[in-house]
């Protein structure tokens, strides 16, 4: 057998070889055995010192192709090994991905509270500032100075939790109307203000009653502000709140410290002006009290209603969550139920 | 204030609405209607019977048999239990089919083998409110005038044919507290002039007052006008049904035919009137003055009352025979027998009225409309009126003139208001024509001058007295709903939060992501609990007159009411609890009426932050975990100064051994613990922690600014060290001795590790701390850091006697 006969039959036994390895390491050790130092090609090269100078460089060509076979047979079968292990990992690895992830911690605020910041942003990017001030007020600001004087009807409207004679729980925000109105400084621009806070009233807790809750109010006083403005103003709030389509309808009334007073209605956000359940078949939803600011209320703060004059308008938070979450018991938001409170983690 | 349809009619055109129209109208324009009922709803053959034959069933003792002719061929048999029922009344009769009130059909049904066609009707069982059926009636069928006609429809009779417009007043439109007042407010909506009956009087010449009485006030300020006329030789009796009809509806009880009619009167003109028994005065003198101090008066309803200088009352020059304005003295009230009835029409100062029904819990319709003030253009109409209408009804001789005392001619208020103003203040571009217009549908005399409108404000109109109450009246008859809907145009104001608004929000934002749920507690709790885990002494602030003893103290800490919110989770199966609140605490202030509010927020922590799941095991919280969330709370508002927590064992109802007061710097800001199991068992609650923060404190204190500093370029190095210490050496003994002796290049030191047990010596414990070296200059050079190293180890074994491990 010559030389050539044998690289012939080395490379094709080592390709079949090659055929039945599995694993890379399968594959090292069979590139030793015919391409190593050792191995079966050095072995039969060593009997090209035998052969005559014409034919040395023939098989030496001859036996460097049958090693770049061998080689790149084995790199690919190497690729092909190797795609394999991954694959079988990879199958191996696989996951149920329904299962349920693990969810960082998280808390969130109170309903109450979402809607108040709602609505101090819309506000906020209308120009006005937020005033906050004391839940314990003087009788002088809490009534007096918006208009309520001693013996005044309209204080059976508010029953109040007095603390002295001259001090008590507030019983709206107003006071913080009379005491901005007061220090501000008009020359610097006009006053626009929302103030929330927690208020109280003597009411005896149920379903609908709590003899603490939250307002928001707002005020605006300049040169020339209308009751216009005043309309436009409370759209948008209701659009902001209730959704674009919102209508809003004046209703006379009476607030001491506004002249005139308007009671406002939303058209039902439920059921679009129909009438349903949430509106009483109506198809309003009494939302806010609002008015021009009343004369006395500016003088008493040593503003000249001559010149100036504005709006102001009140609502609450807690019965803007109780008709827009249809939550219907005013309790829920003081209990603290975490039923109650994770349900509202959702801002929508 | 319930308005009838059919009283409203006798005084406008209502062909042209609809009873629903002029409600949604009269509510767009200036009273808010409560609610429009219909009395007769759902009732159906309700005829006019009269019995003729009355006979007691034999075995019962209450019912009786009766043969009523309702307009039939054939007398229907019915078996009525009413005790007043008798032969020849004219009664309302249910026929079989009928509906009754609540859907109550009535059919032709046996009782104890008689046959029943039908029901005799008593005014409840027709739907009346027991607080208007006659007294006398209570308990029988309601018996209907003989004119009544016999099978003709019953509800008309009853006035069920009526609709009702429950109005809702607000004290500013008392004027619409009476039928005349609405009759004006509806006419001004539909453009109409309201028209009133004329009252004729016809005084005996010969019978003159001045021999009956005289009256006269203590003061004017109190009594303002006091009118008082006086009936002959009447005899009370029940009222006609009209009379009746008209009360009830209007939900007030007929009580007799005196004092029906000043009620009716009332209710006309809004003028409170009340009638005296002439004889029972016993005195031809009327004296107002301030009751004295704990002087003594019975009224009406046969209640004793004890009166001081607040109360006015109505005297007899020298008893109390009246609570002015607010209910008469039983001791001279109309009864069957009284003959001579004096009637007064007075005007009192409403806020001693007002003090009065206020004080005796006396509110009546009376005292409400003396309370918001009356017309004073009728006094004296409202008493004829009365004094003929108790003349016809009663029979009777009308005494010749009124018993007065001087009253200066009430005038006509002026204000103006310009068409400029007007249009400035509304937004609107009304004309001088359209204004004008409004004015005369509200009956409003003027004289125009250029622009300016001068209105004479009727009497009836005692709410208007300034231009903004003009600007008011032209609005609401124009129309709110016409005004154009704009935005203020003006010099732009920045919109932004304050320090503390924004502070208060990060705080929010930042526990929310730690975890923890948001709620909002009463600040009003229970005095035990107001003072509970208060940060520094403090009395509390206690409401005068509370209504319960759970809200009667405003708080000094947040953590109390938030221990309340977990107990109650806890009660309820959630025995994870996650909370934290801002809000007000109420400190006492020293040197102000009001007490010191500080703004503060509250955590708490009970069970674990997280469930078990399948892939994690839930781990219980510890102290460690919410000083954690306080402290990196705190790191990232970016407090300059150096806060710290000191071990405190003052709080009661804290955990001697596991509370810490937080300082910022010399000042208390808050405080952190675990609840005393004690308290915690009291609760029903775990292992809880809790923690108290001054916001106030925080946005005073002063702030880092951040300012970049550049990413080291060298890398830096560590070193780890091992100490076995007394156990009672604190991690702050250890921090402060490594940072005083770390050199410059020490840039961090972390405990890693702490351990105390099994192979440790008792009494001691194991800690671990990672010291990270940087120079961010250079690469630091090996020798370097060991020499500052070994200098640390040196300062904690002689300074802290530490074993290096």
Not at chain 2, 58 to 65: K, R, W
Not at chain 2, 124 to 138: C, T
Not at chain 2, 541 to 565: A, C, F, Q, Y
Not at chain 2, 686 to 691: C, I, K, R, S
């Amino acid at each position: 057998m010559d030389l050539k006969e044998k690289l012939a039959i080395l490379a094709d036994k080592a390709t079949q070889e090659m055929k039945s390895v599995s694993t890379v390491e399968e594959l090292e050790t069979l590139r030793v055995s015919y391409l190593g130092k050792k191995g079966e090609l050095t072995q039969v090269l060593k009997g090209m010192k035998d052969l005559s100078a014409d034919e040395r460089p023939v098989i030496g060509q001859l036996a460097n192709q049958v090693r770049d076979d061998l080689t790149n047979q084995m790199s690919m079968t190497r690729e092909t090994i190797q795609k394999q292990v991954l694959n079988k990992r990879l199958a191996e690895e696989t996951l149920d991905v329904t299962l349920p992830g693990v969810k960082p911690i998280k808390g969130q605020s109170h309903v109450i509270t979402q809607i108040i910041e709602e609505i101090e942003d819309l506000f906020l990017g209308m120009g006005y500032q937020i005033v906050e001030g004391n839940e314990v007020e003087e009788d002088y600001y809490n009534f007096e100075r918006v208009n309520l004087p001693q013996n005044h009807p309209a204080r059976d409207m508010q029953d109040t939790f007095y603390i002295t004679s001259k001090v008590l729980m507030r019983t709206h925000t107003s006071p913080l109307q009379a005491r901005t109105l007061e220090t501000h400084d008009f020359s610097k621009g006009p006053l626009k203000m929302i103030s929330p806070g927690k208020v109280y009233r003597r009411d005896t807790d149920d379903a609908t009653h709590s003899h603490q809750f939250h307002q928001i109010e707002g005020m605006v006083i300049d040169k020339h502000i209308t009751m216009a403005d005043l309309k436009g103003t409370l759209e948008t709030l209701a659009k902001k709140m209730f959704g674009e389509n919102r209508e809003i309808r004046l209703r006379p009334s009476y607030f001491p410290f506004t002249e005139p007073s308007v009671e406002v209605d939303v058209s039902c956000f439920k059921c679009g002006g129909k009438g349903c359940n949430v509106c009483k078949h109506t198809g309003w939803i009494e939302i806010l009290g609002a008015g021009m600011t009343h004369p006395e209320v500016l003088k008493m703060s040593g503003v000249d209603p001559e010149i100036y004059g504005g709006f102001a308008f009140g609502m609450g938070p807690d019965r803007i969550a109780m008709l827009k979450y249809g939550v219907d018991d005013i309790r829920n938001f003081y209990l603290n139920d975490q039923r109650f409170l994770k349900q509202f983690k959702v801002r929508g | 204030m319930k308005v009838s349809y059919n009283w409203l009619k006798e005084y406008l055109n209502l062909e042209n609405i609809t009873p629903e129209q002029l409600a949604d109208q009269i509510t767009l324009t200036g009273i808010e209607v409560d609610s429009l009922i219909v009395p007769g709803e759902g009732l159906k053959k309700l005829v006019v019977g009269e019995v003729r034959t009355v006979e007691k069933m034999e075995g019962s003792d209450h019912l009786n048999v009766t043969q009523v002719d309702v307009g039939a061929e054939e007398l229907y048999q019915i078996v009525c239990g009413a005790p007043n029922v008798a032969e020849n009344q004219k009664v309302v009769v249910a026929l079989p089919g009928a509906r009754l009130p609540g859907n109550f059909k009535i059919k032709k049904s046996k009782l104890r083998g008689h046959v029943s066609n039908g029901m005799i009707c008593s005014l409840e069982e027709l739907g009346f409110s027991d607080s208007v059926i006659p007294k006398r009636i209570e308990d029988g069928i309601y018996v209907l005038p003989e004119e009544a006609i016999v099978g003709a429809d019953a509800l008309s009779y009853l006035g069920l044919d009526d609709i009702i417009i429950d109005l809702d007043i607000t004290p500013n439109r008392a004027d619409a507290m009476s039928m005349r007042g609405v009759a004006y407010e509806a006419g001004t909506i539909l453009s109409q002039n309201p028209e009133f009956e004329k009252v004729s009087l016809s005084e005996n010449a010969e019978d003159l007052i001045e021999n009956y009485m005289t009256v006269s006030v203590q003061a004017k300020e109190d009594t303002p006008d006091y009118k008082l006329r006086i009936v002959k030789d009447v005899i009370v009796k029940e009222s006609p049904l009209w009379l009746q009809r008209k009360l009830m509806n209007a939900g007030i009880r007929p009580i007799d035919s005196v004092v029906d009619v000043t009620n009716y009167i009332m209710l006309e003109y809004g003028q409170p009137l009340h009638a005296f028994d002439y004889d029972a005065l016993n005195s031809k003198e009327i004296y107002v003055r301030r009751a004295k101090q704990d002087e003594k008066i019975i009224t009406l309803d046969g209640q004793e009352r004890t009166l001081n200088q607040d109360n006015l009352v109505v005297t007899n020059g020298d008893q109390p025979v009246a609570l002015a304005g607010v209910m008469g003295g039983q001791n001279s009230h109309v009864t069957e027998k009284t003959r001579t009835v004096a009637i007064e029409s007075a005007v009192f100062a409403s806020s001693l009225v007002r003090k009065t029904a206020q004080s005796l819990n006396l509110r009546s319709e009376s005292s409400s409309r003396f309370e918001r003030g009356l017309n004073l253009g009728t006094v004296q109409a409202a008493l004829d009126h009365a004094t003929a209408l108790i003349a016809e009804i009663n029979g009777g001789q009308i005494v010749s003139g009124i018993a007065e005392i001087e009253v200066t001619k009430p005038l006509e208020k002026k204000v103006s208001i310009t068409l400029q103003r007007i249009n400035h203040v509304l937004g609107t571009e009304l004309s001088l024509e359209e204004v004008a217009s409004i004015f005369i549908r509200l009956q409003f005399e003027y004289t125009l001058v250029e622009d300016e409108f001068i209105i004479s404000v009727p009497l009836r109109r005692w709410d208007i007295s300034i231009e903004a109450d003009l600007l008011e009246e032209v609005a609401r008859v124009y129309g709110y709903n016409k005004i154009p809907s704009t935005l203020p145009m003006m010099e732009s104001t920045p919109g932004e939060l304050n320090d503390k608004q924004r502070l208060t929000r990060f705080i929010h934002r930042y526990l929310e992501g730690s975890g923890l749920a948001q709620t909002i507690s009463y600040a009003l709790t229970t005095p035990e609990k107001a003072e509970r885990f208060s940060m520094k002494p403090s009395k509390t602030t206690n409401l005068d007159w509370p209504m319960s003893e759970e809200h009667k103290t405003l708080r000094l800490s947040l953590i109390s009411g938030l221990v309340d919110n977990a107990a109650y989770n806890a009660a309820r199966q959630m025995k994870n609890i996650a909370l934290y609140e801002v809000g007000h605490v109420f400190y006492e202030n020293e040197s102000g009426n009001l007490p010191l509010e500080e703004e503060h927020v509250a955590g708490l922590l009970s069970g674990s932050l997280t469930e078990n799941t399948w892939s994690n095991t839930a781990q219980p919280v510890d102290f460690y975990t919410l000083k954690g969330i306080v402290e990196e709370l705190l790191e990232t508002i970016g407090i300059k100064e150096t806060i710290k927590f000191a071990a405190d064992s003052s709080f009661n109802d804290l955990h001697p051994g596991r509370t810490a007061e937080i300082y910022l710097g010399e000042e208390k800001i808050g405080v952190i613990g675990q609840i005393h199991p004690e308290i915690a068992g009291v609760f029903d609650l775990e292992e809880t922690y809790v923690f108290e923060l001054s916001v106030d404190a925080l946005v005073a204190a002063e702030k880092n600014s951040v300012l970049y500093a550049a990413i080291p370029k060298y890398p830096g190095t560590s070193r780890d060290i091992a100490l076995l210490v007394e156990e009672t050496i604190s991690h702050n003994e250890v921090m402060d001795v490594i940072e005083a002796n770390g050199g410059k290049w020490l840039q961090q030191v972390r405990l890693f590790d702490l351990y105390q047990g099994e192979h440790i010596e008792a009494g001691k414990k194991s800690i671990a701390y990672s010291l990270a070296y940087l120079n961010p200059e250079a690469t630091l050079k090996e020798e370097e850091v060991n020499k500052d190293f070994e200098k640390v180890k040196k300062a904690l074994k002689q300074e802290l006697n530490a074993e290096i491990r």
